[in-house]
């Protein structure tokens, strides 16, 4: 069990049910997956390119992704059947925590006049998208392994409708929410 999962399980789950007075457990939100992902390019669409962001991306979550294809042709956008437009990562578990303690331990406090994230980041569910503009933050990359700096888009998946009760669960976690 990783350490933020047993924070969760241990302190969180009871000051959330303190904070908000609810009734029992089941009424506490929790992380469901967090998903990762980077869009491609179709000037960057070769395989030199797609092999070292998948391999880039493998690092950084310590699991396989998944390449994203068009399922059909649109001539305006000059995409082809079959495509690559990009590559995906669905974090859960076990997985999901270590990563969520590597981000908030190492890789936010690595960027660049970061002060947090702001609380427009949230949207109507109660999840949280955030956009990292350079791969170059997380410890795993090389600077000589990118081609281009590519960004990613990280989005977490809190069971929650409430948009307060999904941040007071991250503050929980420390996250970097302003």
């Known amino acids: 069990m990783s350490r933020l999962e047993k924070l969760y399980k241990k302190k ?16 506490v939100p929790k992380i469901i997956k967090i998903i990762l992902s980077i869009r491609i390019s179709s000037n960057e669409n070769n395989k030199i390119n797609i092999e070292k962001v998948f391999k880039n991306l493998k690092k950084i979550s310590n699991q396989k992704p998944i390449l994203i294809k068009t399922k059909k042709s649109i001539s ?4 082809k059947k079959n495509q690559i437009v990009g590559i995906k990562v669905t974090l859960r ?3 999901m925590y270590n990563f969520l ?3 908030i331990s190492l890789v ?6 970061f002060r947090g994230i702001s609380y427009k980041s949230f949207d109507k569910n109660g999840n949280i998208n955030i956009g990292i503009e350079e791969q170059i933050i997380f410890p795993e990359i090389n600077y000589e392994d ?6 990613m888009n990280i989005n977490i998946v809190i069971n929650s409708n409430n948009i307060e009760i999904s941040k007071l669960l991250l503050l ?6 302003i």
Do not use: E, Y
């Open 12 to 27: 969180i789950i009871f000051n959330i049910i303190k904070n908000r007075s609810l009734n029992c457990i089941m009424q």
């Open 76 to 79: 305006n956008f000059k995409i």
């Open 93 to 95: 578990k076990k997985n």
């Open 101 to 103: 303690d590597k981000l």
């Open 108 to 113: 936010l406090p690595r960027v660049r006049d």
């Open 146 to 151: 990118l081609t281009n700096n590519k960004g």
């Open 172 to 177: 929980n976690f420390k996250f970097p929410i």
